[in-house]
């Protein structure tokens, strides 16, 4: 029995097999120690987060070509077997290997990063992390009407960016045209009212406004599209009830509902100050009367 444990212990595979363990913890060991030194000295995440990820891939590139270097000599006779194996675990593994294509794709091409807000499918959220197999997305929407977090965490296949419409909220312009619609009563001073909307969404809008006009302006020089109003717009439109004012202006991706509450606020407070000049209109219906109902049966 010993000499059988002998003769496995020192033979050539085995041996190979030892130093392969033994190198890949060593390995290991260095790179994570080089992980834990960058994320100590980097402060801002998103560098941390990316410096990390590198790290990791780092480490798994040089425990391949480690293995590669001690079992060389193996390998060299069994490069046909291999061949055929690899063939099959092709096969076997497509949607495998279609999300490490979908990864490749997504480094290469920026459809998305960690931190942009993106919409693949029905899931819509912030991309938190990026692997070799999955992207995790913290979801927004769903039961929570607003651009909030639902606190679910969920994976996606890299593959999918290959047959599903990838919607970038916050790539090259972190903007988007947002609108809120102001009805107003007939009789009001409509004059009085749009200047008021003026004067409120461009004091809202003035913190980004011209970051948003230099970003669309990197979108023109990017990609084939027209120059956009980037400034405010208030559209008027009367209809069968009310005066309707249309407010539409940029916002950024994830200050819509802050907006939208700093807008309807700041003119309810603006309209109040007018003494009646500006009313906000609303539908009322009023039932009149009800017809009397004869409930004898005719004969």
Sequence with gaps: MLEILIKIFTHPLAIKAAVAVIGIIIISFIFKIIKAFASKHIMTPEKRYHTRKFITYMGYIAIFIFLLAVFYERLRGVTIAFGLIGAGIAFSLQRVIASIAGWIAISSQHFYTVGDRIQIGNIKGDVVDINVLRTAI???????????????????????????????????????????????????????????????INDVVKD??????????????????????????????????????????VVNYDKRLTTKNDLFTRILEEFNKTNGQISFASQTVQIVGIPPINLENSQ
């Design 138 to 200: 913290m979801e927004i929407g769903e039961w929570v009407d607003a651009d909030l977090y639902t606190g679910r965490l969920i994976w996606i296949s890299n593959g999918s960016v290959f047959d599903t419409a990838v919607y970038n909220y916050s790539g090259s312009f972190p903007y988007l045209w947002d609108q809120v619609k102001i009805p107003i009563k007939y009789g009001s001073n409509h004059i009085l009212a749009q200047e008021i909307m003026y004067k409120v």
């Design 208 to 249: 980004y406004i011209d970051d948003a006009r230099e970003s669309w302006k990197t979108v023109m020089r990017k990609f084939v599209v027209k120059k956009a109003r980037i400034e405010p717009y208030i559209g008027l439109e009367t209809t069968d009830n009310w005066i309707e004012f249309t407010i539409r202006y």
